[in-house]
């Protein structure tokens, strides 16, 4: 009888054993969101401060007298070890949280960039020129970071060991497949519109980087989650699908940052930015809910808090982005086209007394 009622009691207390459990799961799995985000935020900061240095450096050499080439400089290699350094914390956060999470918050970058670009600035202004100069930044960074916030809070919790048999699963699964076949459509009907209708639109060519860049975030959070499984013990790298991940990683990285230079080669900069912030995210974020999941088992209020985020930031980012200078090329003084016919004859005829 006590023995029995025993076992009753055992099996009453089983129900709370398992939620506990899963509430333990559930806050490492926060806990690893956390750990990625910051390593993300973290290693955009610091690129957005390497950036800076490596262009202080170049003003600076422009506007004096030295000799020096910027690669002599310890200004620039201080930047490109940053550089680095941050690239390398954002390589790593891809190890630890879910890929919806870390392509957004590549806003930090373009808020750290406005907040440097205020400080550092050598003009003097009034405060009411100031503040009506750099209202929309100001505006934009506040927006940023709310979605930045929101981002965080609600990111999806999908949290997989990223290892061989897991990736190959997801590699030939058929959402992924049908994925992959209509972004190959897109990107060669943009790819033809571009090179032989001569589509120049920024809208055109900034979307075959998104489309190139999304595959790039989906092999890198690969990549990345093998090699942290190494690290930790579960030797992953004796798997063939990690080095062909690793190449498509490296070649589509190498072929995105082609159409990024003819792009700013014809744009300017912060529409660059803005335009690339928005078709990137939301391309980059489409692809890891196929490819990894990342928003099955979520409800319908944190998708659409993160979507909100995601819109916000957004809109932070072009508010940031447009309130910047504009570039301006060079322009000589002096035209040959516009010198007089008579004083360009007598300037290239020499004399003869």
């Known amino acids: 009888m006590d023995a029995a009622h025993g076992g009753a009691l055992q099996l009453q207390q089983l129900p709370p054993t398992s939620s506990a459990s899963s509430l333990s799961d559930s806050s490492f799995s926060y806990k690893e969101n956390l750990i990625g985000a910051l390593l993300a935020i973290f290693g955009h900061l610091v690129v957005s401060i390497a950036l800076n240095l490596q262009k202080y450096c170049h003003i600076r050499l422009a506007g004096s007298k030295d000799p020096r080439a910027y690669f002599k400089t310890k200004t620039w290699w201080l930047g490109l070890f940053l550089m680095l350094l941050g690239e390398l914390g954002v390589f790593a956060?891809?190890?630890?949280?879910?890929?919806?999470?870390?392509?957004?918050?590549?806003?930090?970058?373009?808020?750290?960039?406005?907040?440097?670009?205020?400080?550092?600035?050598?003009?003097?202004?009034?405060?009411?020129?100031?503040?009506?100069?750099?209202?929309?930044?100001?505006?934009?960074c506040g927006l940023a970071a709310v979605g930045t916030y929101l981002l965080v809070t609600f990111a999806p919790n999908s949290?997989?060991?990223?290892?061989g048999e897991n990736i190959t699963r997801h590699l030939v699964s058929w959402p992924f497949l049908l994925?992959?076949?209509?972004?190959?459509?897109?990107?060669?009907?943009?790819?033809?519109f571009y090179k032989e209708k001569n589509a120049n639109s920024i809208v055109v060519i900034l979307l075959l980087v998104a489309l190139l860049g999304s595959m790039t975030v989906v092999t890198v959070k690969a990549v990345a989650g093998m090699l942290v499984l190494s690290i930790q013990g579960n030797l992953q790298l004796d798997y063939p699908?990690?080095?062909?991940?690793?190449?498509?990683?490296?070649?589509?990285?190498?072929?995105?940052?082609?159409?990024?230079?003819?792009?700013?080669?014809?744009?300017?900069?912060?529409?660059?930015?803005?335009?690339?912030?928005?078709?990137?995210?939301?391309?980059?974020?489409?692809?890891?809910?196929?490819?990894?999941?990342?928003?099955?088992?979520?409800?319908?209020?944190?998708?659409?808090?993160?979507?909100?985020?995601?819109?916000?930031?957004?809109?932070?980012?072009?508010?940031?982005?447009?309130?910047?200078?504009?570039?301006?090329?060079?322009?000589?003084?002096?035209?040959?086209?516009?010198?007089?016919?008579?004083?360009?004859?007598e300037f290239f005829t020499p004399s003869i007394k």
């Open 241 to 345: 699908i990690f080095y062909v991940m690793f190449v498509c990683m490296v070649a589509t990285a190498v072929y995105q940052a082609a159409f990024l230079s003819q792009a700013s080669q014809m744009y300017d900069s912060s529409l660059i930015a803005s335009v690339g912030y928005i078709l990137s995210t939301t391309v980059a974020v489409t692809a890891g809910a196929v490819f990894y999941l990342d928003f099955v088992g979520e409800d319908a209020l944190h998708i659409c808090m993160f979507a909100l985020g995601c819109l916000i930031a957004f809109l932070g980012v072009f508010l940031i982005t447009r309130n910047r200078k504009k570039f301006i090329p060079f322009e000589p003084y002096i035209s040959m086209d516009a010198m007089p016919e008579r004083d360009s004859r």
């Open 93 to 140: 956060s891809y190890a630890f949280a879910p890929l919806s999470l870390i392509v957004p918050l590549s806003a930090v970058s373009v808020i750290a960039s406005a907040i440097i670009g205020i400080i550092f600035i050598k003009e003097k202004w009034k405060p009411k020129d100031f503040l009506r100069r750099y209202f929309l930044s100001f505006t934009g």
């Open 179 to 192: 994925y992959t076949l209509v972004e190959i459509v897109l990107f060669c009907l943009l790819l033809y």
């Open 159 to 163: 949290h997989e060991k990223m290892t």
